[in-house]
């Protein structure tokens, strides 16, 4: 079972570089996510997709852009990179509301931006 | 606005023990959902246990349990019999039942180390 996939696992940018966070879902769940986690703190919600088409902004999205085109994939860019981007980051998946409400975790990619 | 508070940065535990993690929150909502994720070094985000606030009694998994106070807005996760594979990072989990299922609120965590 291959639940939530994330690539790549490690990346390194330099300031001002762009890039693409891959997730993939096979469990066809509704709802996707990213979060990042920085020392210190819990994880902190980016941005979100309740579906195929349907995006929005989550707690910290400034700097971060998303699409969300088929049920199975839910990118996250950075457009132009800064170091206060260095962080973890997850993604995430889970049925609608009518669900147990168990969110499942990809593995996490390592950014460092220098 | 809900907020979790992890006020233990780190805890250890001797193997065999029993070790007990703290966690409040704070919300104006009436129902909800609380639960532990459990990070080991590997960083893989792993539900633990968790908890529907309409729920009296207090959930149980194994050798985890918690004991949810909703009045005192408390949610602390006891672990029995500590296992070296039990030492992670822990982070306790807020989710309205207002929210999708993707909108978690988490503490700042808490570290556990097992000592042999």
């Known amino acids: 079972n291959a639940g939530v996939t994330q690539t790549p696992k490690f990346q390194v940018l330099k300031t001002g570089q762009s890039m693409t966070l891959q997730c993939a879902q096979d469990m066809n769940h509704e709802y996707m996510s990213w979060y990042r986690q920085d020392p210190g703190m819990g994880l902190r919600l980016i941005h979100y997709?309740?579906?195929?088409?349907?995006?929005d902004q989550g707690e910290v999205p400034n700097g971060y852009n998303v699409s969300r085109s088929t049920t199975e994939d839910f990118p996250l860019r950075l457009l132009s990179a800064a170091p206060s981007q260095t962080s973890v980051y997850f993604c995430?998946?889970?049925?609608?509301?009518?669900?147990?409400?168990?969110?499942?975790f990809g593995e996490g990619s390592w950014l460092t931006v220098v | 606005a809900q907020t979790v508070t992890q006020s233990q940065p780190e805890m250890s535990v001797q193997e065999a023990e029993t070790v007990t993690l703290s966690c409040t929150y704070d919300?104006?909502?009436?129902?909800?959902?609380l639960f532990w994720y459990k990070q080991p070094p590997s960083r893989q985000m792993i539900l633990v246990i968790r908890?529907?606030?309409?729920?009296?009694q207090n959930a149980t998994e194994n050798r985890f349990s918690v004991n949810f106070q909703k009045a005192a807005k408390s949610f602390s996760l006891k672990i029995s019999d500590s296992q070296l594979g039990d030492a992670a990072m822990y982070f306790c989990a807020y989710r309205s039942v207002y929210s999708g299922t993707y909108k978690y609120i988490f503490g700042t965590g808490t570290r556990l180390k097992v000592l042999a």
């Open positions: 995430a998946s889970s049925l609608g509301a009518s669900s147990g409400n168990t969110i499942y």
């Open positions: 908890q529907e606030a309409y729920k009296q």
């Open positions: 997709s309740v579906g195929a088409g349907i995006t």
């Open positions: 919300t104006s909502e009436s129902d909800y959902y």
